[in-house]
């Protein structure tokens, strides 16, 4: 029980440090992918411009979208699901993905003449990645808890 109170003080830390990594390492990624898969080349202020307008974006899905419902679902999955762990970072991934789809709707209200198809995808694809953030950071908390302890 006193784990639990533990990893429970530490879980908005955990969920911030989460969404602004899963912000960041996002467009990093998609540029490494762009350069060394389809051999382009990137000039250094476009490269730069992309990159802050991505994390911007990315900031504000994840803050103002998913973190909130990623808090939401994880309390009531928590609370109403009485299973073993692996199952409920199951339901909390799968979860995680209707997540994705929501703020990639909201997402495609704002963007003018495209498909709703792309974004929410691009939804699903940030809050997959942050989920596997979160649950890569609780597990090193547990770790580290139980050595300690």
């Known amino acids: 029980m006193h784990q639990r109170t533990q990893l429970s003080f530490h879980s908005p830390f955990v969920k911030f440090i989460s969404a602004f990594v899963a912000a960041i390492s996002l467009p990093v990624i ?33 803050f103002l979208i998913i973190l909130p419902l990623s808090v939401w679902v994880e309390g009531l999955v928590g609370s109403q699901i009485k299973r073993k762990q692996t199952q409920r970072s ?5 979860f995680h993905i209707f997540i994705g789809i929501i703020s990639g709707v909201i997402y495609s209200l ?18 997959v990645i942050y989920f596997i953030y979160q649950s890569i950071f609780i597990w090193i908390i547990k770790k580290r808890a139980k050595r300690v302890s």
């Open 110 to 127: 704002f963007i003018p003449n495209t498909t709703p198809v792309g974004p929410i995808l691009y939804g699903i694809k940030l809050a």
């Open 30 to 62: 998609s540029e490494i992918l762009k350069i060394v898969l389809y051999n382009k080349r990137v000039v250094t202020s476009n490269l730069g411009y992309e990159f802050t307008i991505t994390i911007i974006i990315n900031l504000t899905l994840l």
């Open 90 to 94: 199951f339901i909390n991934a799968i």
